[in-house]
């Protein structure tokens, strides 16, 4: 069963316009959340996060928005560039479990059009 | 940037092989990861560490051992490789708590 879910596989937005990105988590003992972004033929690169206690997290043009009664977080990009074309994966936390261990989400592809 | 390298980068084996995929870290982090990435999955746990010499199953370990005898590296070995074992390998380290995991550049492994 997956804890973590990203149930659009891909994205298509005009360069310029707003990206968002979902995704939806089971597990209540998730408090820390996390996105990356991958690039074909890399690693995944850590873009932003959210702790439980906030709502909200912004940095430059990515904002994630995490709305715990619903178990839903979703990513902003404001404006999207041809440079964000990649894939973006959801990560969740449970910081008081062993390992520090991250749960992904199957991700979404993201096409930025000129 | 946290100094993280895998190798191989690349590898073509045949099934019954044996395979290890070797991580080095150079940022002196306690905990280290290997993740596989398939199509569909998103990148699944295979084993991590917490320390040298102290590991622990993730979600798909099965055919997968681990060992971790220096904080800098972390071997992952392919006792008897199969098909269903071609895929996508990415090292992870991290300092733990409220830290991101950094990654690996990843590597391609494929299994005749």
């Known amino acids: 069963d997956q804890q973590v879910k990203q149930n659009s596989p891909s994205l298509s937005v005009q360069e310029g316009r707003i990206s968002i990105l979902n995704c939806d988590y089971t597990n209540s003992m998730f408090d820390y959340f996390l996105w990356y972004k991958k690039y074909p033929a890399e690693g995944p690169t850590f873009l932003i996060s959210?702790?439980?206690?906030?709502d909200k997290n912004e940095d430059g043009r990515f904002t994630v928005f995490l709305n715990k009664s619903a178990k839903h977080l979703s990513l902003h990009i404001v404006p999207s560039q041809p440079g964000d074309s990649a894939v973006y994966f959801c990560a969740a936390s449970a910081t008081a479990a062993a390992g520090n261990k991250l749960t992904f989400g199957g991700g979404t592809r993201v096409l930025v059009k000129p | 940037d946290a100094g993280i390298t895998q190798s191989p980068r690349h590898k073509v084996t045949e099934t019954g092989t044996p395979v290890t995929l070797r991580c080095h870290q150079t940022e002196n982090h306690r905990y280290m990861y290997w993740y596989r990435q398939d199509p569909g999955h998103g990148l699944r746990l295979i084993h991590y560490?917490?320390?040298?010499?102290?590991?622990d199953k993730g979600e798909v370990s099965d055919g997968y051992s681990v060992s971790r005898s220096k904080t800098e590296d972390f071997l992952l070995t392919l006792e008897s490789a199969t098909s269903s074992q071609t895929s996508v390998y990415f090292c992870?380290?991290?300092?733990?708590?409220?830290?991101?995991?950094?990654f690996g550049p990843g590597t391609r492994l494929t299994v005749l």
């Open positions: 992870a380290t991290s300092g733990g708590g409220y830290n991101e995991q950094f």
């Open positions: 959210i702790s439980s206690i906030k």
């Open positions: 560490s917490y320390g040298v010499k102290d590991t």
